[in-house]
């Protein structure tokens, strides 16, 4: 089987937290007994003179092909033209990509197009495999559906791409939902749940850890971008609410300005951590030192956070977004509770005053495999390209 893996969500040396969870993901795939798969992993630039702003610089500055964690990467470029809402975004990369394809084709005909991200990646990955007569598989993780797929430039674009899509990929049941929601056909929207790194990501001596972080009582971590949708400002509400007890948020972007008045008004600058991009190999120390960890979502799919801080028996506590109900089928493995400081911080003092288990905990990561992912993603790809060939 010849895989073309289509990520526009995929780390590079400038971003290296981006997407590790697709990387991961690549990474089992290619390791299949039988598989063969190139990546190509485009990066959206403004026009010229607008690459050289410091927010694109390093971007530009990729290179457009290497090989990546013994992966080979191709890094084209599509115009991602500012302030029109993403509305030429799909256009834009799919003839991008075309002059890059026709070239790779020469020596790589790829059986099937795996499109990681729903938008811009997967409405392009239909033209493409429309022009190479091959099937197209599309995959939803939470923003591409709960934002593109609502946004009013961009809705109909990522309903038609789910409509024309030979097979599509739910990271959980509630993602199913709300696919099938927007007008995508059901019957061919599998469950493919993500996956954690369950040697990585264990339980720890909390206490030494808590001492090797300079953490002198009870630890909160919250894992997630500095934006609006992550909620870290009723996490930082709750934890406020809560003496003597460190919150820790790892995670970085545009709303750390706000967050740090907030913290300064709440007068909790003793206690509350931002800890900024925390490279991901570092945050199982982090997960496992933790008495909980809270995270605030407006809308998720199913987050790795929630998954690798069950792993390290670690509770969580979230809102009812996404699959939260997936993941939190008792108490040992958190609370599911409303998205207010006053419901956050009742659930965070409740785990605290008696926390469960750490192995109860992490029974509930222990599901989330790696290899069943890819177990799944293998048998999806090769499903569709068998009823393929014989239609």
């Keep these: 089987m010849r895989v073309l ?3 526009t969500l995929f780390p590079d040396e400038t971003r290296p937290n981006f997407g590790v969870f697709v990387e991961q993901q690549t990474l089992g795939l290619a390791a299949h007994a039988g598989v063969e798969l190139r990546v190509v992993a485009p990066r959206g630039l403004p026009p010229w003179p607008l690459t050289r702003h410091p927010h694109y610089r390093a971007l530009a500055t990729l290179p457009p092909r290497e090989m990546w964690r013994g992966l080979d990467v191709l890094r084209p470029r599509f115009t991602a033209l500012p302030a029109t809402a ?3 975004h799909a256009a834009a990369l799919a003839r991008a990509l075309v002059p890059v394809l026709d070239r790779l084709r020469a020596d790589f005909a ?7 991200f729903f938008f811009p990646d997967g409405l392009a990955a239909v033209a493409l495999g429309a022009r190479y007569g091959v099937p ?3 995959k939803a993780r939470g923003a591409d559906i709960h934002h593109w797929g609502r946004a009013r430039a961009t809705a109909a674009q990522v309903r038609r791409a789910g ?4 097979g599509l990929l739910a990271v959980s049941a509630a993602m199913r939902d709300d696919m099938a929601a927007l007008g995508m056909p059901r019957d061919r929207i599998r469950v493919h749940h993500t996956g954690v790194d369950l040697d990585r990501f264990a339980p720890a001596d909390r206490a030494a850890l808590k001492r090797e972080l300079g953490v002198p009582g009870p630890l909160v971590v919250s894992v997630g971008a500095l934006i609006p949708r992550k909620g870290h400002d009723v996490v930082i509400e709750a934890v406020a609410d809560l003496p003597g007890v460190t919150l820790a948020i790892a995670g970085e972007g545009a709303e750390r300005a706000a967050l740090e008045r907030l ?5 909790v600058g003793d206690r509350v951590r931002l800890l900024g991009s925390v490279p991901h190999a570092d945050l199982p120390r982090w997960l496992a030192a933790a008495d909980a960890t809270a995270l605030a979502s407006t809308s998720e799919g199913l987050a790795n ?3 690798e801080s069950l792993a390290c028996g670690t509770p969580i506590v979230i809102p009812d977004a996404g699959g939260a109900r997936e993941v939190v089928t008792d108490a040992d493995a958190g609370r599911i509770v409303a998205r207010t400081p006053t419901a956050f911080a009742s659930a965070i003092g409740a785990l605290i005053a008696d926390p469960p288990p750490r192995a109860a905990t992490r029974r509930h990561a222990e599901r989330f495999t790696w290899a069943a992912n890819t177990a799944a993603l293998h048998a999806h790809l090769s499903r569709l390209i068998a009823d393929h060939r014989r239609s």
């Excluded at 790829?110 to 990681?116: N, P, Q």
């Excluded at 409509?163 to 030979?166: F, I, P, R």
């Excluded at 913290?263 to 007068?267: A, M, T």
Aim: cysteine-free.
């Design 5 to 7: 893996t289509l990520s």
């Design 110 to 116: 790829f059986d099937v197009i795996d499109a990681s």
């Design 163 to 166: 409509q024309g899509a030979d």
């Design 263 to 267: 913290i300064v008004e709440r007068g």
């Design 305 to 307: 956070a929630w998954i």
């Design 136 to 138: 197209v598989s599309i």
């Design 86 to 88: 993403g509305r030429f």
